[in-house]
């Protein structure tokens, strides 16, 4: 069985063949897996032959042909193309981790997208120890673990946030200030993450130091931006804007995964899974993420 798109955001249960591994990948029996709010905008209007799924976590039950890898019988965490969310599915070895005992299939499905998104706006940062940081949209998994992540490595954050429940969680984690608005950031920033688009970029933009980077990650709004070229003549003068593509990196899925997993294991990192749920509850899960119903990540359970 596996979760399918159809023409609406909705999906349903079907049965597909087993996948058949490539040389280069690894059978993995799922045994949980996270559905991420970007997702329920590729439903929307989802590819032929699309199966949706990239968070996934569970057992390896089919060795790679070509030897790379983990071995059968081995827990590991990892980020498919395509198709997790189903019983069973193929990874490429590069796009994995092993899982320690001490962390769980259900926390660390709850790791890739987000916690890969975050810690490489980290790296896109540079050396923040010290440096003023304001992110947008800081609600949301890349929020939670940015925070928690740049907190740690030195960083004064500034996290907007509009629900006041987060806003305690991202204080905890280590952000110094919370605002519910853009606007209600005491600039300057050495470096801005957006996220939101729409009104709130040309808002955060003008947050932004002189020489600073403002590093565009999303666009939850859905809403396009209009920038004025001579905003940049009152404060951010000289400043870079950076378009952010997580999975453009020099780094593999696997190693950061690697990474993440580390800091989980030591206490370093916190997952938030905010809903458990079993995986024939998918559509209802879609719908709450839809409607932002959902606080940390949504974490579906296979039988």
């Not at 299939?105 to 540079?126: D, I, K, Y």
């Not at 719908?287 to 974490?299: Q, S």
């Amino acid at each position: 069985m596996t979760a399918t798109g159809r023409t609406s955001p909705a999906v349903g249960l079907a049965t597909v063949d087993q996948p058949r591994p490539r040389p280069d990948e690894v059978l993995v029996k799922v045994e949980a897996y996270s559905v991420n709010r970007g997702e329920t905008f590729q439903l929307e209007a989802p590819r032929p032959d699309w199966r949706p799924g990239k968070d996934i976590a569970g057992l390896v039950v089919q060795a790679a042909a070509d030897g790379s890898g983990p071995a059968v019988g081995r827990r590991v965490v990892g980020h498919p193309p395509a198709g997790g969310w189903a019983e069973y599915v193929a990874v490429p070895t590069d796009s994995l981790a092993e899982l320690p005992d001490e962390v769980s299939c259900l926390t660390a499905a709850a790791l890739p997208l987000a916690g890969l998104t975050a810690l490489r706006l980290l790296r896109v940062a540079g050396a923040v120890a010290g440096r003023r940081i304001l992110i947008t949209g800081a609600s949301g998994g890349v929020g939670h673990y940015f925070v928690e992540l740049a907190a740690a490595a030195g960083a004064e954050i500034t996290a907007v946030s509009g629900s006041a429940e987060r806003g305690s969680r991202l204080l905890e984690l280590g952000a110094a200030r919370v605002v519910h608005a853009v606007a209600d950031a005491d600039g300057l920033f050495d470096v801005v993450l957006e996220s939101t688009g729409g009104p709130n970029l040309p808002v955060a933009l003008a947050k932004l130091a002189p020489r600073g980077t403002l590093v565009w990650f999303g666009q939850a709004s859905r809403e396009p931006v209009t920038l004025n070229f001579f905003d940049f003549f009152t404060g951010p003068e000289s400043a870079t804007i950076r378009h952010f593509h997580y999975a453009d990196a020099d780094v593999t899925y696997g190693e950061d995964l690697s990474t993440l997993v580390r800091l989980v294991a030591a206490g370093r990192l916190h997952p938030e899974v905010g809903v458990v749920a079993e995986w024939t509850e998918t559509a209802e899960v879609l719908d709450r993420l839809r409607g932002r119903g959902i606080r940390g990540n949504a974490v579906l359970t296979v039988a």
